[in-house]
């Protein structure tokens, strides 16, 4: 098989991991694809890099367009792209020699979504997402086993047949979970899948603050908004143990949004947005959230349940003050 593929890398201001990047791609064993560079908007040397590397590979192309967003630029490359299946690939990333080449031989006329592994990389070390249990094959089935590896864009393959015949698009009014949104619209349409086990993508996890970190009041509408997507995809696919992961998702905005920045964050503030989280979103799937998820989480839901808010309130404020010493 030598069917084109094309990489598709959002840029904004990442001038100094381009190289990695890039030279990651050139050194794929697999040839034959396309890399659309889309710089949005970036105010330091990225766009330079990048016509660089049009001169040096006439494989890539580079499109420079206005600050918009990742996920517009995400969408440009969509529309842009020629081939028959799309990577995405963030620009402080790398890829091993054989990314390419694995998926490629991974996904086939019968086979909707490849997916591979994800080693997280961090300053001083490496951790491999380790998928433990035995996979069935099916995917609304193995959903759950695969969670750590299916929120993200990168780490797949994705026919451009599916997405183009499907319209699916990231939507660019959200700044948190838009990703997720888009896979589940992609998802709706997986009928087979395969993981591949021989190869894997190297997410680096960076000091730097992110628009999907940054949390506000807006960042929270998205958020909540993503859950109600979910709940949607989880219950219309019937996956299995979707109550639970609804119930992980659940925790995580709240644990993520207990504190706002640059709000007073008072005690009042913090229960009526715990309780308006708690309203918007599915929160039934709580009351049967037990130990088996994890200590931690399951004294969370206790406390959540019986409305033991002052409790929750006073640990979120020491955690915030133990974070910023």
């Known amino acids: 098989m030598n069917e084109l593929v094309s990489i598709i890398i959002p840029i904004y201001n990442a001038e100094i991991y381009l190289k990695k990047c890039f030279e990651s791609i050139i050194l794929q064993t697999y040839k034959n694809?396309?890399?659309?560079?889309?710089?949005?908007?970036?105010?330091?040397k990225s766009g330079l890099v990048c016509d660089s590397y049009v001169q040096k590979d006439k494989r890539f192309k580079v499109f420079h367009n206005v600050n918009t967003g990742v996920s517009y630029s995400r969408n440009y490359g969509i529309k842009k792209a020629l081939g028959k299946y799309i990577l995405f690939i963030d620009s402080d990333d790398t890829i091993k020699k054989n990314y390419v080449e694995e998926l490629v031989?991974?996904?086939?006329?019968?086979?909707?979504l490849c997916i591979c592994s994800i080693n997280d990389v961090y300053e001083k070390y490496c951790k491999p997402r380790v998928i433990s249990k035995k996979l069935s094959g099916k995917f609304y089935n193995d959903y759950y086993i695969l969670i750590s590896l299916l929120k993200v864009p990168f780490a797949k393959i994705y026919k451009k047949e599916i997405i183009d015949k499907n319209n699916i698009l990231f939507p660019i009014n959200i700044s948190r979970g838009e990703d997720q949104i888009f896979n589940f619209c992609y998802y709706n349409n997986v009928k087979h899948y395969k993981f591949c086990k021989n190869t894997a993508y190297n997410y680096f996890h960076r000091k730097n603050i992110s628009l999907s970190k940054v949390i506000t009041n807006k960042s929270l509408i998205d958020a909540i908004n993503k859950l109600k997507y979910e709940k949607i995809f989880l219950e219309s696919n019937e996956i299995k143990?979707?109550?639970?992961?609804?119930?992980?998702?659940?925790l995580k905005v709240i644990s993520d949004f207990a504190i706002i920045h640059n709000e007073k964050n008072n005690f009042i503030d913090f229960k009526k947005r715990i309780k308006f989280i708690l309203k918007e979103t599915d929160s039934d799937c709580l009351d049967r959230f037990d130990y088996r998820n994890g200590w931690k989480k399951y004294i969370f839901t206790l406390l959540l349940n019986n409305k033991l808010y002052m409790v929750l309130y006073f640990y979120f404020i020491l955690k915030r003050k133990e974070n910023i010493l």
């Open 33 to 44: 694809f396309e890399v659309l560079l889309i710089n949005d908007g970036s105010t330091d």
């Open 105 to 112: 031989k991974c996904i086939d006329d019968e086979t909707d």
């Open 241 to 250: 143990f979707g109550k639970n992961i609804l119930a992980n998702d659940i």
